[in-house]
T-cell receptor, first 115, second 113 residues
């Protein structure tokens, strides 16, 4: 199974809502990532988890809160978002240990619209 | 990580070879060249990577110049399903930190009948 799954596929939320994005992989990968992609732009890294610990936060606003409950699961909790946060949110995983870089496997993304 | 420069867009006829160039003139000795592509409404997909030797897999070939300042991704027989944005990324393999992919603007390849 070389698949990264993301739910939901689409999400519409108001600025006062609280919602969560979910990402799952069963490849035994120990690194997981969140990326944000605006329309017609390349993906931008948000967070990296390595062995369930947050290792990189690319100065993301606190209204985005990542969580890695176990090695297969990655969540992104959303609260008080702004319309400019509307984007495609991509999850990825890789087997890397932090010393050697491996390819990253991406999920299909969650398309988020903030109204 | 070194910066990359790619053409904004390219066209290719179906069945012909698609040659996608990438300039990485500031590449360091320990930096690899990686290629990913992103088909519309999907997540990026790894294609191939290399250090200095040419590489080939079932998807594509990667040709790196001897001075390593540029490379070309070759899709030998492009099909309509190869229409995508292709990203060239340069990154050191052993950095001691969790891996960090920095995507450039990429090349939008349009394969036509």
């Amino acid at each position: 199974d070389t698949e990264v799954t993301q739910t939901p596929k689409h999400l519409v939320m108001g600025m006062t809502n609280k919602k969560s994005l979910k990402c799952e992989q069963h490849m035994g990968h120990r690194a997981m990532y969140w990326y944000k992609q605006k329309a017609k732009k390349p993906p931008e890294l948000m967070f990296v988890y390595s062995y369930e610990k947050l290792s990189i936060n690319e100065s993301v606003p606190s209204r985005f809160s990542p969580e890695c409950p176990n090695s297969s699961l990655l969540n992104l909790h959303l609260h008080a978002l702004q319309p400019e946060d509307s984007a495609l949110y991509l999850c990825a995983s890789s087997p890397e240990t932090g010393l050697i870089w491996y390819e990253q496997y991406f999920g299909p993304g969650t398309r988020l619209t903030v109204t | 990580d070194a910066k990359t420069t790619q053409p904004t867009s390219m066209d290719c006829a179906e069945g012909r070879a698609a040659n996608l160039p990438c300039n990485h003139s500031t590449i360091s000795g320990n930096e690899y060249v990686y290629w990913y592509r992103q088909i519309h409404s999907q997540g990026p997909q790894y294609i191939i990577h290399g250090l200095k030797n040419n590489e080939t897999n079932e998807m594509a070939s990667l040709i790196i110049t001897e001075d390593r300042k540029s490379s070309t991704l070759i899709l030998p027989h492009a099909t309509l399903r190869d229409t995508a944005v292709y990203y060239c990324i340069v990154r050191a393999e052993n950095t001691g930190t969790a891996s960090k992919l920095t995507f450039g603007t990429g090349t939008r390849l349009q394969v036509t009948l």
